[in-house]
């Protein structure tokens, strides 16, 4: 009786084996049959056979051997996943900046730019110049419109998912209620995703990062306020309508500051670097800016060290509070005072260690992102491949990130 058995455990096992070979695909890129069967611990054979099948219900694709440079005379064969041809882009827009890459479709940046914009800048201006700085990459690769398979942008703010609209609350106020996404797609005609930066930091730092590997870990997103993006089971949480991770509004204080979102207190008030700006600027200046602080500080300046120290503090108890309901394996400090390096990640540490129950902090690693202010563009790609497998499997009728 037990050869009735056999068969369906070694067909579950099967099962089990392609599944895992395509997710070690997306996210790891093409590879090797060796390198495959290393990474599942299967034997070559049992590889070669799964390629086989893979092949044949053509989910995966033996790539041209001009991809990867020959290996001893002998070219590299590797295995990829089926998508469609042609480049994937992804856009960041942030309070100060647009950055804009294209990638060939295993996520490879092949041409990016960032520009820099003023603050309060005007939504359709910026939208425009975003297609602009998209056709000049294009047009450098040989390349146009119609090469693109789909694009993936973020946004700082919650995004709402059903309508893909910037909601209130946001860093970028003249935003809320724009529908960039939908704007992008009727101008290029390619599915377009959308999502907001915490998490396509987070999202990046999964596939390409720091947090590679990891199932549960928490991204911060530290800049004019202050963003979580989580990852929960190895799958990002947005939650309900999209708005998961708003910590920058976690209150706090309730004789605090007003915060820019009309509550008092919030968090950020005392963890951004808006904090460190307000604590800074009425003795070092009105127009010291974030860079002028992480020199000062490299430089020894007691005040700007102190005030790196003060709001690492304050987003520790932030990632505290997150920590103690999410039990994370790692939690990445990202955004432009991410910069700040050791005393500002050392800060939070020791915040994390005070107000943390043990059995999280004595487990927890506290990093800093390893994919800086990359992180959101290189999350969009991700947002743009996701887009684009999800349209080639239901008829390109698809266009949000889920
Ligand atoms: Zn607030």
Known sequence: MSDLVAPRGASRLRERNREDLLHLLRTRGPLSRAEMARALAVSPTTASSLVAELVAAGLVTEADSADRPPRRGRPAQVVRLTTAPGYLAGVDVGRTHARVAVTDRDQQVLAERNVHLPVGHDREATTALVLDVLDELLTGLGAGRGDLTALGIGLPGPLESATELIGVGAILPEW????????????????????????????????????????????????????????????????????????????????????????????????????????????????????????????????????????????????????????????????????????????????????CIPSVSSRVRVERSALGDRAEVLGAVAVAADVASTAGLDGGARSTTR
């Open 176 to 355: 809320v209620g724009f529908d960039v996404a939908g704007v992008l797609r009727a101008e290029l005609g390619v599915p377009v995703g959308i999502d907001n930066d915490a998490n396509l930091g987070m999202l990046a730092e999964a596939r390409h990062g720091a947090a590679r590997g990891a199932s549960h870990a928490i991204y911060i997103k530290v800049s004019t306020g202050l963003g979580a993006g989580m990852l929960l089971g190895g799958e990002l949480h947005r939650g309900a309508g999209g708005s998961a991770g708003e910590l920058g509004h976690t209150p706090l204080d309730l004789d605090g500051m007003v915060c820019r979102c009309g509550s008092r207190g919030c968090l950020e008030t005392v963890a951004s670097v808006r904090a460190v700006l307000a604590m800074l600027r009425p003795t070092l200046g009105a127009d010291l800016t974030l860079e002028d602080v992480l020199r000062l500080a490299a430089d020894g300046n007691r005040a700007c060290e102190r005030a790196i120290e003060d709001v690492g503090r304050g987003i520790g108890r932030g990632v505290a509070v997150l920590a103690n309901i999410l039990d994370p394996e790692v939690v990445l400090i990202g955004g432009p005072l991410a910069a700040a390096g050791e005393p500002l990640l050392d800060a939070v540490r020791e915040s994390v260690r005070r107000t």
